[in-house]
């Protein structure tokens, strides 16, 4: 994967005639000089209002009940779980990248890591917010937390969903330090530039008294590194550990081993697919033309091909190791995801995870942007289907033909879905109003090393 | 916390429960929001009594012996109160008519004890009115009536069958000898009164014994359903199906619209009522009891099987005519079974158990024109609904109308009382002193188990009123038995009485009779019929009495497994024939009335026949029962009272009806393994034969010793009749919420016990089987709940600790036999203080948000374990009965420690026929089936 | 330009953040113990008339089961109804204000209502019947009563209280003849703990720590 993107390194420079000054004016002057325009006010509002009915959906569900959900016995799983897993998948395009790019010195990721790690921050939030929504008694969650009591009782440490609680928060913690610990530099340049007093303090306040010594960023450096080297393995835990949710469980289509690895691959996939659906707007809109090059998208594609082609391993396996198990229920689960009542959703992921993304192999296509971002939008629609399709359609048919049901999400199942996209929409634009998107410090230390080379 | 149920009315637990969570949750909330300051839970009161009542020992039950009542005939039922407060119905193993079982009808008969939309007070003219008012009114009517000598005076009952009403209505009409006293059931037995009047001259009851009948025939006679004797006849028919090379008896039905006893038959043939009486003439002949008929055999290969087993069977062979049949072919059939000779043996003829049984419709009409002739001065109608459920073109409401003086008697205003000057609450069976007799004709004292709830009379204090005695219903009752007790010993006797709940050798005694037919009856064969109508009593709310039970109205009906609805059921070729398909609305047409119903398409219906149900499309049953299904009975005319021909139009509308089981077939798992009885005399391991059906031998698994109980239970799938008295009793017991026809439509109906019904991909079999949790060993729930609110227990017991519950639903998910059942929402209902009081205390009331499922019925394990602790011993077989076990008319459930070499359930389980559902994934369920065995005729079995 | 944060305020900053926390962290725990039982331990609550166990218990020596009758048989120990009390009460102290309540429900038929003092919650079906059974002794749940001059919960009904004699009952038990003994001694030795067990045959103790032996 470094190999694919090496030769790539060139073009991803930043223009040779900026100098560090111009580096910093460019990013700075997004935040601090440039006025919001019509569009992010557009957003803005919009998102706003998904965020509000999110609200709304969520007091009424805690009022309620799940009932007001299409959850039913058999399918007892329903928005909830999928969204939860959508979202997870999405938060992991973020740590990848800046980990383990990072890592691999894969420099063509300085200018889309920082909002990438916004992405991933923003998202996993957002997913970590279902599970507590799926309870049926959301208000005694902490249960599922090992904490000493007069009950003297303890979490059942086999159930998957409490390895869940510390992977996600595992995850939320270590993923909140990596991007926090990469813009103190950077919020210290803000609170430098800030005209305002206001800005002044609320950027020195978060900038954590920064002042550039090279004994800061020495620490800073290191401690950067090791936050890279924590987050990388958690790219493959977390979302492994999510997978096992399912595969441990007995249910035909949960019960199977390719599910961790199944998973991670679709996790990438439709992060990378999320980076894309942001950086291209991004990019547009904040004449970031020089900063964020074709080169970058071409990359991001190219991934996007890669893990692509993961997924529909994936997919092969389930059906192959159906069949080969023998096992009457498994064989059913495949005959009904092929041809039962949620057909077309099978293959309509099919046709948005596989069909589709094939397309990158021109490179023509790699580096046109409008077709990358419908791109984009398709695979992410396309894998919310695929968690939608694992969840619901293995439950509805399972060993007892007498208790097969089917599930019809209700309007409250798709408020909370929307609501759910509106809240990440809002906070990422005021993440790109009020801090960097790009990491000015990282792009200027590029410069500097591309100087050196020069010289 | 048993001290909360001290008091019945004052403080409630669940009150309490609700009260606590409530304020939890609103503080959780705040916590979450400010941590703010919140109060803890509000302090709790004991209320003692003021004169502590003997016997009553607070936080035990007591049983007391009763009777409740269906079409007038009595079934003796055991009450338990918790402190006064019925809550539960068991049988009485000492009445013929229970043996121990009940019927759903007496399983919910709590609900409708306690169901807040009861009558409250009397009406005059609709207008709220007291009783004092009704006695002046009433007064002034009867001194008219004493000028008269009673003319005018119009007395409207059903069967009866209380000695005492008989012998307060024999007083009333020595009084007024020119009373008028007519009888209406929509659900009567007049053709099977007149049957035996064509056979015999006289009117008689017949009774029979199944255990004793070798091969039985069912002339769409659906015996064991919904009838007064059902339990009875189900528990003897289950006593000859275990499979015994020698002792297993052959049932063969012919049916219109597929009944229990024909899912269970060994040969069934789904034929249009015409067909079936036309078939039942060809058998006339076939044995020489009647002439020969012209036209063929509507199922020939049947015929010639069945002919050979009666006659092969002769004394041990019995042919049950259905109640629908008309009146020739039940004295046909009295002339076969004579024939056959098994008068005495299986069958034997007795006087009718009912005081002067008459011909329902003829009486009614009778009543109708009187009423229109304005011969009617005063109608006292003590029990039905004549306004909603007469004979369609009697126009009875307009009739009644009419009358000046009126008086209805019921349990709720329902539409007749609307017709009425008066309605008067009518008090529950178990709020009142009575007496009634069982199909036998055995004798039971009803006796009250708790004051009225709303007032109300019952219908011997009503007929105390217009004999101007001042008597109350107690002596009136202990008066009438005083005399069949003599003197001596007086006292013991009724103590006795009360006591067991039946009164000492009041069997109806048998009577030796032969029938003598007129040739002339089976001249003009029934005429073929393009569409044929068939009316059925519903199998929950039967005629539209229990309309207001919600148990019963979510009680999935056996074979189309519908809740909260009745509808137009026709066979999937008759449904192709008339292009129609489930949920259709069609519109029925006969003798210029119209009805439009939703159209279900049952397999094993019979072709060119649609079956109704009755006791729908009430207006004034309740909340509960109003405006759901359609009102069959304005297709029900005088002339055709269960049979006739209709016209079917689709309307093009739609019509919303929820079923409990969307897939019917097995889809060739193997989940209930059948045999034949020869197949399983070469191969009785026929149901774990193959390795997949094997429990496997060897698991990663731990194996937990069990040391002390180990419980288990077994359910075999030959007895089992799908009456579904299981899953209401468990409704009873285990305070299972109703959730409505919505939420069942979402699939979220609360049955801990819910009977599976799987129709054969080839032949016209019917298996039926109740599933409730299996009690795995290894069970998958258990592993996944993060909070460990489902855990094992030292007795082997899968418990679910609802306190402990956080409502993940992982377990559901993980488990293979989706037992589980999840609240999705607040379904108990917090407010309905009535509602309260039916519950039982034994058993945590649920809120939203967590999961529950079958028990085993632990409270009455852990109350049997304290006691016997208490007596320092073990606890013997027998004692601990689960709720469904208990109510079981075919004793298909056998539950106990599997430690005890001796229990019941160790033999059950030693049965070769014994497997366990899905053993190939390593559950180890407790809760396993016994294979079902079947005994068709082996020459056409052998492919 | 002038500094942004002197180092007065950046101490006063690091100073806040800390109360803050410790804000949070005390209203988390004042908010717990705000939702314990209603009637605090050792509180006597109000009731409607002053009744002493101490006066009736160690004054007059009455045994527990002339009240609570069903202690021995019954999950519920049982509460005297006025005709109980008034047994005595129709001769002793009829005139005292204080027998007003007592007197008026037997006049009126109107039931006492008492505060209940050991409240437990409903999803726990606690059986008196099966501890006397089995030899625990009124005072090892409901303290000594008979020092009682109003009547208080003695001990805090938490589950973990529960459980501590549950999960070895051995030093709880007494002979059966010392059950309702307020001054019944404990097992004192391991010998003497065991010897309970055996006679009381609670040997395999698993059961005692089954959810389902407390909640149904």
Same mark, same amino acid.
């Not at chain 3, 113990?33 to 006066?55: E, M, R």
């Not at chain 3, 001059?149 to 999960?167: D, N, Y």
């Given at each position: 994967?470094?190999?694919?993107?090496?030769?790539?390194?060139?073009?991803?420079?930043?223009?040779?005639?900026?100098?560090?000054?111009?580096?910093?004016?460019?990013?700075?002057?997004?935040?601090?000089?440039?006025?919001?325009?019509?569009?992010?006010?557009?957003?803005?509002?919009?998102?706003?209002?998904?965020?509000?009915?999110?609200?709304?959906?969520?007091?009424?569900?805690?009022?309620?009940?799940?009932?007001?959900?299409?959850?039913?016995?058999?399918?007892?799983?329903?928005?909830?779980?999928?969204?939860?897993?959508?979202?997870?998948?999405?938060?992991?395009?973020?740590?990848?990248?800046?980990?383990?790019?990072?890592?691999?010195?894969?420099?063509?990721?300085?200018?889309?890591?920082?909002?990438?790690?916004?992405?991933?921050?923003?998202?996993?939030?957002?997913?970590?917010?279902?599970?507590?929504?799926?309870?049926?008694?959301?208000?005694?969650?902490?249960?599922?937390?090992?904490?000493?009591?007069?009950?003297?009782?303890?979490?059942?440490?086999?159930?998957?969903?409490?390895?869940?609680?510390?992977?996600?928060?595992?995850?939320?913690?270590?993923?909140?330090?990596?991007?926090?610990?990469?813009?103190?530099?950077?919020?210290?340049?803000?609170?430098?530039?800030?005209?305002?007093?206001?800005?002044?303090?609320?950027?020195?306040?978060?900038?954590?008294?920064?002042?550039?010594?090279?004994?800061?960023?020495?620490?800073?450096?290191?401690?950067?590194?090791?936050?890279?080297?924590?987050?990388?393995?958690?790219?493959?835990?977390?979302?492994?550990?999510?997978?096992?949710?399912?595969?441990?469980?007995?249910?035909?289509?949960?019960?199977?081993?390719?599910?961790?690895?199944? &998973?991670?691959?679709?996790?990438?996939?439709?992060? &990378?697919?999320?980076?894309?659906?942001?950086?291209?707007?991004?990019?547009?809109?904040?004449?970031?033309?020089?900063?964020?090059?074709?080169?970058?998208?071409?990359?991001?594609?190219?991934?996007?091909?890669?893990?692509?082609?993961?997924?529909?391993?994936?997919?092969?396996?389930?059906?192959?190791?159906?069949?080969?198990?023998?096992?009457? &229920?498994?064989?059913?689960?495949?005959?009904?995801?092929?041809?039962?009542?949620?057909?077309?959703?099978?293959?309509?992921?099919?046709?948005?995870?596989?069909?589709?993304?094939?397309?990158?192999?021109?490179?023509?296509?790699?580096?046109?942007?409008?077709?990358?971002?419908?791109?984009?939008?398709?695979?992410?629609?396309?894998?919310?289907?695929?968690?939608?399709?694992?969840?619901?359609?293995?439950?509805?048919?399972?060993?007892?033909?007498?208790?097969?049901?089917?599930?019809?999400?209700?309007?409250?199942?798709?408020?909370?879905?929307?609501?759910?996209?509106?809240?990440?929409?809002?906070?990422?634009?005021?993440?790109?109003?009020?801090?960097?998107?790009?990491?000015?410090?990282?792009?200027?230390?590029?410069?500097?090393?591309?100087?050196?080379?020069?010289? | 916390?048993?001290?909360?149920?001290?008091?019945?009315?004052?403080d409630d637990l669940d009150a309490f429960a609700q009260e606590r969570r409530r304020v939890l949750k609103l503080m959780a909330a705040a916590a979450a929001m400010a941590g703010g300051a919140c109060s803890g839970p509000p302090p709790e009161k004991i209320v003692p009594y003021v004169d502590t009542p003997e016997q009553s020992l607070p936080g035990k039950p007591l049983f007391y012996a009763t009777a409740t009542r269906l079409s007038g005939y009595g079934t003796g039922v055991l009450v338990e109160a918790n402190e006064g407060r019925p809550?539960?119905?068991?049988?009485?193993?000492?009445?013929?008519?229970?043996?121990?079982?009940?019927?759903?009808?007496?399983?919910?008969?709590?609900?409708?004890?306690?169901?807040?939309?009861?009558?409250?007070?009397?009406?005059?003219?609709?207008?709220?009115?007291?009783?004092?008012?009704?006695?002046?009114?009433?007064?002034?009517?009867?001194?008219? /009536?004493?000028?008269?000598?009673?003319?005018?005076?119009?007395?409207?009952?059903?069967?009866?069958?209380?000695?005492?009403?008989?012998?307060?209505?024999?007083?009333?009409?020595?009084?007024?000898?020119?009373?008028?006293?007519?009888?209406?059931?929509?659900?009567?037995?007049?053709?099977?009164?007149?049957?035996?009047?064509?056979?015999?001259?006289?009117?008689?009851? =017949?009774?029979?014994? %199944?255990?004793?009948?070798?091969?039985?025939?069912?002339?769409?006679?659906?015996?064991?359903?919904?009838?007064?004797?059902?339990?009875?006849?189900?528990?003897?028919?289950?006593?000859?199906?275990?499979?015994?090379?020698?002792?297993?008896?052959?049932?063969?039905? /012919?049916?219109?619209?597929?009944?229990?006893?024909?899912?269970?038959?060994?040969?069934?043939?789904?034929?249009?009522?015409?067909?079936?009486?036309?078939?039942?003439?060809?058998?006339?002949?076939?044995?020489?009891?009647?002439?020969?008929?012209?036209?063929?055999?509507?199922?020939?290969?049947?015929?010639?099987?069945?002919?050979?087993?009666?006659?092969?069977?002769?004394?041990?062979?019995?042919?049950?005519?259905?109640?629908?049949?008309?009146?020739?072919?039940?004295?046909?059939?009295?002339?076969?079974?004579?024939?056959?000779?098994?008068?005495?043996?299986?069958?034997?003829?007795?006087?009718?158990?009912?005081?002067?049984?008459?011909?329902?419709?003829?009486?009614?009409?009778?009543?109708?024109?009187?009423?229109?002739?304005?011969?009617?001065?005063?109608?006292?109608?003590?029990? $039905?609904?004549?306004?909603?459920?007469?004979?369609?073109?009697?126009?009875?409401?307009?009739?009644?109308?009419?009358?000046?003086?009126?008086v209805h008697l019921s349990a709720y205003a329902d539409e007749t009382s609307a017709y009425c000057r008066w309605h008067l609450p009518r008090v529950h069976e178990f709020e009142q002193w009575s007496d009634v007799r069982a199909f036998d004709g055995t004798a039971s004292i009803v006796q009250p188990i708790i004051a009225p709830l709303y007032g109300g009379h019952s219908a011997h204090e009503l007929l105390n009123v217009l004999l101007r005695s001042g008597a109350a219903a107690h002596d009136t009752v202990r008066g009438v038995w005083q005399?069949?007790?003599?003197?001596?010993?007086?006292?013991?006797?009724?103590?006795?009485?009360?006591?067991?709940?039946?009164?000492?050798?009041?069997?109806?005694?048998?009577?030796?009779?032969?029938?003598?037919?007129?040739?002339?009856?089976?001249?003009?064969?029934?005429?073929?019929?393009?569409?044929?109508?068939?009316?059925?009593?519903?199998?929950?709310?039967?005629?539209?009495? %229990?309309?207001?039970?919600?148990?019963?109205?979510?009680?999935?009906?056996?074979?189309?497994?519908?809740?909260?609805?009745?509808? !137009?059921?026709?066979?999937?070729?008759?449904?192709?024939?008339?292009?129609?398909?489930? $949920?259709?609305?069609?519109?029925?047409?006969?003798?210029?009335?119209?009805?439009?119903?939703?159209?279900?398409?049952?397999?094993?219906?019979?072709?060119?026949?649609?079956?109704?149900?009755?006791?729908?499309?009430?207006?004034?049953?309740?909340?509960?029962?109003?405006?759901?299904?359609?009102?069959?009975?304005?297709?029900?005319?005088?002339?055709?009272?269960?049979?006739?021909?209709?016209?079917?139009?689709?309307?093009?509308?739609?019509?919303?009806?929820?079923?409990?089981?969307?897939?019917?077939?097995?889809?060739?798992?193997?989940?209930?393994?059948?045999?034949?009885?020869?197949?399983?005399?070469?191969?009785?391991?026929?149901?774990?034969?193959?390795?997949?059906?094997?429990?496997?031998?060897? =698991?990663?698994?731990?194996?937990?010793?069990?040391? $002390?109980?180990?419980? $288990?239970?077994?359910?075999?799938?030959?007895?089992?009749?799908?009456?579904?008295?299981?899953?209401?009793?468990?409704?009873?017991?285990?305070?299972?919420?109703?959730?409505?026809?919505?939420?069942?439509?979402?699939?979220?109906?609360?049955?801990?016990?819910?009977?599976?019904?799987?129709?054969?991909?080839?032949?016209?079999?019917?298996?039926?089987?109740?599933?409730?949790?299996?009690?795995?060993?290894?069970?998958?729930?258990?592993?996944?709940?993060?909070?460990?609110?489902?855990?094992?227990?030292?007795?082997?017991?899968?418990?679910?600790?609802?306190?402990?519950?956080?409502?993940?639903?992982?377990?559901?998910?993980?488990?293979?036999?989706?037992?589980?059942?999840?609240?999705?929402?607040?379904?108990?209902?917090?407010?309905?203080?009535?509602?309260?009081?039916?519950?039982?205390?034994?058993?945590?009331?649920?809120?939203?948000?967590?999961?529950?499922?079958?028990?085993?019925?632990?409270?009455?394990?852990?109350?049997?374990?304290?006691?016997?602790?208490?007596?320092?011993?073990?606890?013997?077989?027998?004692?601990?009965? =689960?709720?469904?076990?208990?109510?079981?008319?075919?004793?298909?459930?056998?539950?106990?420690?599997?430690?005890?070499?001796?229990?019941?359930?160790?033999?059950?389980?030693?049965?070769?026929?014994?497997?366990?559902?899905?053993?190939?994934?390593?559950?180890?369920?407790?809760?396993?089936?016994? !294979?079902?065995?079947?005994?068709?005729?082996?020459?056409?079995?052998?492919? | 330009?002038?500094?942004?944060?002197?180092?007065?305020?950046?101490?006063?900053?690091?100073?806040?953040?800390?109360?803050?926390?410790?804000?949070?962290?005390?209203?988390?725990?004042?908010?717990?113990?705000?939702?314990? +039982?209603?009637?605090?331990?050792?509180?006597?609550?109000?009731?409607?008339?002053?009744?002493?166990?101490?006066?009736?218990?160690?004054?007059?020596?009455?045994?527990?089961? +002339?009240?609570?009758?069903?202690?021995?048989?019954?999950?519920?120990?049982?509460?005297?109804?006025?005709?109980?009390?008034?047994?005595?009460?129709?001769?002793?102290?009829?005139?005292?204000?204080?027998?007003?309540?007592?007197?008026?429900?037997?006049?009126?038929?109107?039931?006492?209502?008492?505060?209940?003092?050991?409240?437990?919650?409903?999803?726990? +079906?606690?059986?008196?019947?099966?501890?006397?059974?089995?030899?625990?002794?009124?005072?090892?749940?409901?303290?000594?009563?008979?020092?009682?001059?109003?009547?208080?919960?003695?001990?805090?009904?938490?589950?973990?209280?529960?459980?501590?004699?549950?999960?070895?009952?051995?030093?709880?038990?007494?002979?059966?003849?010392?059950?309702?003994?307020?001054?019944?001694?404990?097992?004192?030795?391991?010998?003497?703990?065991?010897?309970?067990?055996?006679? +009381?045959?609670?040997?395999?103790?698993?059961?005692?720590?089954?959810?389902?032996?407390?909640?149904?």
């Amino acid at each position: 994967m470094a190999k694919s993107v090496a030769p790539a390194l060139e073009p991803t420079q930043p223009p040779a005639r900026q100098t560090y000054a111009s580096v910093s004016d460019r990013i700075a002057d997004l935040v601090l000089k440039r006025r919001s325009r019509w569009p992010w006010f557009l957003g803005f509002t919009l998102a706003l209002l998904c965020m509000l009915a999110f609200c709304v959906a969520c007091a009424v569900l805690f009022w309620k009940g799940p009932g007001i959900w299409g959850v039913n016995i058999p399918v007892a799983w329903g928005y909830a779980i999928g969204n939860f897993v959508w979202w997870i998948g999405i938060g992991h395009a973020g740590t990848f990248i800046s980990a383990i790019l990072l890592l691999l010195r894969q420099h063509w990721r300085t200018s889309i890591n920082r909002f990438a790690e916004a992405m991933t921050l923003f998202a996993a939030g957002i997913a970590g917010i279902f599970p507590v929504l799926h309870l049926g008694r959301p208000w005694f969650f902490y249960w599922l937390l090992p904490y000493p009591n007069v009950m003297e009782l303890w979490p059942q440490w086999r159930s998957p969903l409490v390895w869940d609680i510390f992977a996600i928060s595992t995850y939320l913690i270590v993923s909140l330090l990596f991007w926090y610990i990469g813009l103190i530099p950077d919020l210290a340049t803000l609170r430098d530039r800030a005209k305002t007093r206001g800005r002044q303090i609320v950027y020195g306040l978060f900038a954590l008294g920064w002042r550039g010594e090279a004994r800061h960023w020495a620490r800073h450096q290191s401690a950067y590194l090791l936050i890279a080297g924590l987050a990388t393995p958690l790219v493959v835990s977390v979302h492994s550990v999510v997978s096992l949710d399912f595969a441990i469980g007995n249910t035909p289509g949960y019960h199977s081993t390719i599910f961790p690895p199944y &998973f991670v691959a679709g996790a990438l996939f439709s992060g &990378f697919a999320m980076v894309l659906t942001l950086a291209i707007p991004l990019r547009h809109f904040f004449r970031l033309h020089d900063l964020i090059t074709l080169q970058h998208l071409e990359n991001a594609a190219k991934v996007l091909l890669a893990t692509g082609w993961l997924v529909a391993y994936g997919y092969l396996c389930e059906i192959f190791m159906a069949y080969y198990s023998g096992d009457r &229920f498994e064989m059913y689960v495949v005959k009904d995801r092929l041809a039962g009542p949620y057909a077309p959703v099978y293959w309509a992921l099919l046709v948005c995870n596989v069909l589709v993304p094939q397309v990158l192999w021109w490179r023509k296509a790699r580096r046109n942007v409008a077709l990358l971002f419908v791109l984009s939008l398709v695979v992410n629609m396309g894998m919310w289907m695929e968690r939608f399709l694992i969840v619901v359609s293995s439950l509805h048919r399972d060993f007892l033909p007498s208790s097969w049901g089917m599930f019809h999400p209700t309007g409250w199942d798709w408020t909370h879905l929307i609501g759910s996209i509106g809240t990440f929409a809002l906070l990422f634009l005021l993440f790109v109003r009020f801090l960097p998107a790009i990491s000015i410090y990282e792009i200027r230390e590029q410069l500097h090393e591309q100087r050196k080379e020069g010289a | 916390m048993h001290d909360r149920k001290y008091d019945a009315g004052a403080d409630d637990l669940d009150a309490f429960a609700q009260e606590r969570r409530r304020v939890l949750k609103l503080m959780a909330a705040a916590a979450a929001m400010a941590g703010g300051a919140c109060s803890g839970p509000p302090p709790e009161k004991i209320v003692p009594y003021v004169d502590t009542p003997e016997q009553s020992l607070p936080g035990k039950p007591l049983f007391y012996a009763t009777a409740t009542r269906l079409s007038g005939y009595g079934t003796g039922v055991l009450v338990e109160a918790n402190e006064g407060r019925p809550t539960k119905v068991e049988g009485n193993p000492l009445h013929p008519a229970s043996l121990g079982a009940t019927d759903v009808f007496s399983q919910a008969a709590v609900l409708q004890l306690w169901d807040p939309a009861r009558s409250q007070t009397p009406l005059r003219d609709g207008r709220v009115a007291t009783w004092d008012e009704f006695l002046l009114d009433t007064e002034n009517g009867l001194r008219e /009536l004493d000028a008269s000598r009673g003319d005018g005076l119009f007395v409207l009952t059903g069967a009866v069958c209380s000695p005492t009403l008989q012998s307060q209505l024999e007083a009333l009409h020595s009084r007024y000898p020119g009373m008028r006293w007519h009888q209406y059931d929509p659900l009567h037995r007049d053709n099977e009164l007149r049957g035996s009047e064509l056979a015999f001259g006289r009117a008689v009851d =017949t009774r029979y014994s %199944f255990d004793r009948a070798r091969v039985v025939l069912s002339l769409d006679a659906d015996v064991v359903s919904a009838a007064p004797h059902s339990v009875r006849y189900a528990h003897d028919l289950a006593s000859l199906r275990r499979p015994h090379a020698d002792r297993m008896s052959r049932l063969y039905a /012919l049916e219109s619209f597929p009944g229990l006893i024909g899912a269970r038959a060994d040969h069934r043939v789904a034929l249009p009522p015409a067909d079936i009486e036309r078939f039942a003439f060809r058998l006339g002949r076939d044995l020489g009891v009647a002439p020969a008929v012209v036209g063929d055999s509507p199922a020939p290969s049947f015929e010639k099987a069945l002919v050979d087993d009666l006659l092969a069977a002769g004394a041990a062979a019995l042919v049950l005519p259905g109640p629908a049949m008309p009146p020739r072919v039940h004295a046909l059939v009295h002339a076969i079974n004579h024939r056959l000779g098994g008068q005495g043996q299986t069958f034997e003829h007795t006087p009718p158990v009912a005081f002067k049984p008459v011909a329902n419709v003829e009486s009614i009409r009778t009543l109708a024109d009187a009423m229109r002739a304005g011969r009617v001065r005063m109608l006292v109608i003590l029990e $039905g609904n004549p306004v909603y459920d007469a004979p369609a073109d009697l126009e009875f409401a307009a009739r009644l109308r009419t009358v000046a003086r009126s008086v209805h008697l019921s349990a709720y205003a329902d539409e007749t009382s609307a017709y009425c000057r008066w309605h008067l609450p009518r008090v529950h069976e178990f709020e009142q002193w009575s007496d009634v007799r069982a199909f036998d004709g055995t004798a039971s004292i009803v006796q009250p188990i708790i004051a009225p709830l709303y007032g109300g009379h019952s219908a011997h204090e009503l007929l105390n009123v217009l004999l101007r005695s001042g008597a109350a219903a107690h002596d009136t009752v202990r008066g009438v038995w005083q005399r069949t007790f003599g003197n001596t010993d007086q006292d013991e006797r009724w103590r006795t009485a009360l006591r067991d709940g039946v009164i000492a050798n009041t069997r109806a005694a048998a009577v030796t009779l032969a029938p003598e037919l007129a040739e002339s009856i089976f001249s003009n064969p029934p005429p073929p019929v393009d569409l044929a109508i068939n009316f059925v009593a519903d199998q929950s709310v039967r005629d539209g009495e %229990f309309a207001n039970n919600a148990w019963l109205q979510e009680l999935p009906r056996s074979m189309s497994k519908l809740t909260w609805d009745n509808a !137009a059921y026709v066979s999937p070729s008759t449904a192709a024939r008339l292009k129609i398909a489930s $949920g259709d609305e069609v519109e029925l047409r006969r003798a210029g009335r119209t009805v439009r119903a939703g159209v279900w398409v049952l397999p094993n219906h019979a072709d060119d026949c649609v079956t109704v149900p009755l006791g729908y499309g009430r207006t004034r049953a309740g909340p509960v029962g109003d405006g759901i299904g359609f009102d069959a009975y304005r297709l029900r005319t005088l002339d055709a009272p269960w049979h006739g021909s209709v016209e079917l139009i689709r309307t093009g509308a739609q019509r919303l009806l929820v079923t409990t089981q969307h897939h019917s077939r097995m889809e060739g798992r193997d989940l209930v393994r059948t045999a034949t009885l020869a197949q399983f005399a070469r191969n009785p391991q026929f149901a774990t034969d193959e390795e997949i059906e094997k429990v496997p031998e060897h =698991t990663l698994y731990p194996d937990r010793p069990y040391d $002390g109980y180990k419980w $288990g239970m077994a359910i075999d799938l030959n007895a089992c009749i799908g009456c579904n008295a299981c899953t209401i009793a468990c409704q009873a017991e285990n305070n299972i919420p109703v959730v409505g026809k919505e939420q069942v439509l979402r699939g979220r109906e609360m049955h801990w016990i819910r009977v599976d019904r799987y129709f054969h991909d080839h032949d016209s079999g019917v298996d039926f089987q109740p599933v409730p949790c299996m009690h795995c060993e290894h069970a998958p729930c258990e592993e996944v709940c993060p909070v460990g609110a489902t855990v094992h227990d030292s007795q082997g017991l899968n418990v679910q600790v609802y306190n402990r519950c956080v409502g993940t639903r992982f377990c559901s998910n993980n488990c293979p036999y989706k037992v589980r059942r999840f609240n999705f929402l607040q379904y108990v209902d917090r407010t309905q203080e009535s509602l309260k009081a039916l519950r039982n205390p034994d058993v945590t009331v649920r809120e939203r948000g967590v999961m529950e499922k079958c028990s085993y019925c632990i409270q009455r394990i852990q109350r049997g374990r304290i006691e016997a602790e208490r007596l320092g011993r073990k606890l013997r077989d027998g004692e601990v009965v =689960t709720a469904c076990q208990a109510a079981c008319p075919a004793q298909a459930i056998s539950f106990g420690d599997l430690n005890d070499p001796g229990s019941a359930v160790r033999a059950a389980k030693a049965s070769p026929r014994n497997y366990a559902l899905l053993a190939e994934l390593n559950t180890r369920p407790r809760t396993t089936y016994l !294979a079902r065995v079947i005994n068709p005729r082996p020459d056409d079995t052998e492919e | 330009m002038a500094q942004v944060f002197d180092r007065g305020l950046v101490l006063a900053l690091k100073i806040g953040t800390l109360v803050a926390i410790a804000l949070t962290a005390t209203l988390l725990v004042s908010w717990r113990w705000s939702i314990d +039982y209603p009637n605090a331990q050792g509180a006597p609550p109000q009731q409607p008339l002053p009744f002493s166990h101490q006066h009736h218990v160690r004054d007059d020596g009455i045994d527990c089961r +002339y009240c609570h009758s069903g202690v021995e048989k019954s999950a519920f120990a049982g509460m005297p109804g006025s005709n109980v009390c008034l047994t005595c009460h129709s001769q002793l102290f009829r005139d005292s204000p204080a027998f007003a309540p007592l007197h008026a429900s037997a006049r009126t038929g109107r039931r006492l209502q008492w505060t209940r003092v050991n409240d437990l919650p409903d999803f726990v +079906y606690f059986d008196h019947s099966a501890h006397v059974s089995h030899g625990v002794p009124c005072k090892e749940c409901h303290g000594r009563i008979d020092q009682m001059p109003l009547t208080a919960r003695a001990r805090s009904l938490e589950m973990q209280w529960c459980l501590s004699c549950h999960r070895n009952p051995g030093g709880h038990l007494v002979s059966p003849a010392a059950v309702f003994d307020m001054n019944a001694q404990l097992p004192a030795s391991r010998a003497e703990r065991r010897a309970q067990l055996a006679h +009381y045959d609670v040997l395999s103790r698993k059961w005692l720590t089954d959810c389902s032996t407390c909640h149904r």
